[in-house]
């Protein structure tokens, strides 16, 4: 009966896997905000090096990992995939339940499997500052670490409020060395703009984004980067699911369920884009998004062009969207809280290759801990969603009598949140109503494309 | 150029190794607190299950690993071994330096290996609860993670102050199903004794210690489990060493220094042990365990039988001792601030088997930023004190121009002690004098035998 299914160093992916190749319909281009016209290379080079713009918009299906950035992977991948026994046996449930747990790398998530090659290529370019933006301050944390490994300064706008609240990431940060702000900031004009309107501005994603997209334009020396959304970051997430589908080879088994939490969808792209591969060539296969019910981007919000940020400073991309000055409630998994997806993880899901599925938190809390008590790991509020998600699959199983694969991504673990599960313990965890009226009125405030 | 050594699970030990049988002078027995006899299994009996008691005096050298134990060690067992090429490059020297990494268990330090089996053997005695103790809180989650698996109850006295102070912990233990109370309580007569005298009472160790043997001596369905010390805790440990064993061999390599940080002893006992064997049979081979200046047990401390706890209610153990009642100032590194060590490390460090070094915090967080920002990691402030000595060998190996191999324990990390790299950050981490005139003083009380 084997539970850890690992992979030695010499099966890490050398190659990431681009679906831009394969997908049935491409996404449409990102549009200049100001223009509205396909936005080129030349526009995204002030803020990217040319390395990541050109994987962007690459559509040749493998792209080989640089051998530095290889050496870092090999900190913590290949990541195991568990079989979670304990949690079947606690379920009564027929069904296999397999999960990827990418909380081994330093910074406890998925995160690094961009922010290192994001480092790497900047290096490379001869960048010397990245500068980025975070919430609750995973990603922040992350780049702060692929930094310090590369030895390229990071600065991070963290959204002030969780910059207040939650110091442990900011702490992270500073201890792998990168300078964290509490944003809004008076270094940026997006950011003085904000606070003479509003000198306790608690601050935004989307105001974090503009003041690290000014910093970043305003200083030749300095480059932007982003955690989620774009090609890139999804393209450099594909290790992920390049392992597990060897891991479920290994054991001769293959997913007819594959979950992810779903934010801006870097971590289920990850998981899920190489087995879509196969299903675009006819296997049968589920891939299901799992998202907060009080940000439900790809179960309530509407396909069409929105801007990245809250300012309108990005390029539009083609998303499902709740609307980019839709502020959702301040539920514990800050990782899910944006209002759109990324524009690939959109397409497909526009297709009907991907599902949704959307939870409320305190019924992915309650998952959460019953996979702890049973498997031991302490997942982030984000990866509960998928927890939850995958047990709700386990038991449709039982009930159907079916002995069906679920694999699902333990994204990140839960060090870090452990006020969340306090307040869930204690019952003080509430769950929002699905707040229709706003996301109507955010939709209706967008440009019309 | 490898950087990570990984073993199969197939690999993991089957027997653990109880140095028990190779050491050239055995420790002196442990003896009753009242007779000043050595004490027999009945004595231990109400407290443990007989198969520790067993473990605890056996000089048997391989002890079969039950395979539900196994089981369970394979969620995170064989544990990583890292050779730190960057941060060799950091220091300039010709040393190579390894790292094993226990972090990677549920609760991210190497307790569970001990946690795990102290759980399962109490389980197939019919225990329906363990009682423990906790300070800041690495032991107790430990346990409760154990318990949650095996289905059994786990009651935790946390130090009162550490319980208000450092609340993630506890909240870990909590999600893991554990009941935890802050320590003085009043649920034991020790707890009450101790609240009349003083209600503010902030709580220590050894008042936990006392509250949490009382509660499994007066309930016959409850037994009591400690995290270090005892000769049961450390064999459990031994994997670690015993897999590194393996590491080494299979890269053809051979430590020259084994480092440990040492509060009670168990995880340095754990890398060590197995390497200490072939030293034993001639081998060269140095180690050194590393101790926090403020409680300088083995450097400054006195060989001779005391207490376990501060009231004096456990065994007396021959150890090196700043005596029983000696408080160590509040440093971050709260893992290591016991009175005393393992009878075991203290005969072998009595017989020359084992060099002891001591350090002050500031200098210890130093060397924790610098691992941090090189090798991605950011270790807990217990095995930052390892961190810092392995550091220091090689310098001395790039002074005397040595090529010589050194491996540390890398015992835990520090996502829950991120507040402690705050205050070194901001400056506000001060180093203790070294506390000659209490430790004097709580020598002298201690009973002449």
Chains 1, 2 share one sequence.
């Not at 995973?138 to 702060?144: I, V, Y």
């Amino acid at each position: 009966m084997q539970t850890k299914i690992i992979l030695p160093d010499s099966e890490i992916p050398k190659q990431w896997y681009n679906i831009m190749a394969d997908m049935p319909n491409k996404p449409a281009p990102p549009l200049h905000p100001a223009t509205k016209q396909p936005v080129g290379p030349d526009d995204l080079s002030p803020i990217f090096p040319m390395a990541l713009i050109e994987q962007e918009v690459s559509d040749q299906r493998w792209i080989d990992i640089p051998e530095d950035v290889l050496k870092i992977y090999t900190l913590w991948r290949p990541s195991p995939m568990y079989r979670a026994h304990r949690l079947e046996e606690a379920l009564g449930t027929p069904a296999k339940i397999y999960y990827k747990y990418e909380g081994v790398s330093p910074a406890g998530s998925h995160k690094p499997n961009t922010s290192v090659p994001q480092a790497y290529y900047n290096k490379q370019a001869g960048v010397k500052r990245i500068a980025t933006e975070t919430g609750a301050g995973q990603w922040g944390s992350a780049m702060a670490l692929a930094g310090s490994l590369f030895g390229i300064d990071v600065t991070v706008y963290m959204v002030k409020v969780s910059y207040n609240q939650k110091p442990y990431r900011r702490i992270a940060m500073e201890t792998w060395g990168a300078e964290v702000f509490a944003s809004p900031t008076d270094k940026t004009e997006a950011g003085r703009k904000i606070l003479e309107a509003d000198p306790d501005n608690p601050g935004s994603l989307g105001i974090a984004i503009s003041e690290a997209v000014e910093d970043a334009a305003t200083h030749s020396d300095t480059n932007y980067a982003l955690g989620s959304v774009l090609n890139h970051v999804l393209l450099h997430q594909t290790v992920i699911g390049l392992e597990a589908k060897k891991q479920m080879e290994l054991i001769g088994d293959y997913p007819d369920v594959i979950v992810g939490c779903c934010g801006g969808g870097s971590n289920l792209a990850g998981l899920s884009f190489p087995f879509l591969q196969d299903k675009i060539n006819g296997k049968q296969l589920r891939v299901i998004a799992v998202e907060p019910a009080s940000c439900p981007t790809l179960t309530k919000g509407e396909f069409r062009y929105d801007f990245g940020d809250t300012a309108g400073l990005t390029p539009l991309l083609m998303m499902y969207t709740l609307g980019h000055d839709f502020v959702p409630p301040g539920i514990h998994a800050g990782g899910l809280r944006y209002h759109a997806d990324a524009p690939l993880v959109c397409q497909l899901y526009h297709d009907g290759l991907i599902e949704a599925k959307a939870y409320p938190q305190t019924a992915v809390f309650e998952a959460a801990l019953q996979f702890a008590r049973s498997e031991g790991i302490i997942p982030a509020p984000e990866s509960s969603h998928a927890v939850k998600a995958a047990i709700d699959e386990a038991l449709r199983c039982k009930e159907e009598g079916k002995e069906e694969t679920i694999l699902f991504n333990l994204s990140g673990h839960g060090y870090l949140d452990l006020q969340a599960y306090a307040d869930y313990l204690e019952g003080k965890l509430v769950d929002y109503e699905y707040p229709e009226e706003k996301i109507k009125e955010a939709l209706s405030r967008l440009p019309q494309i």
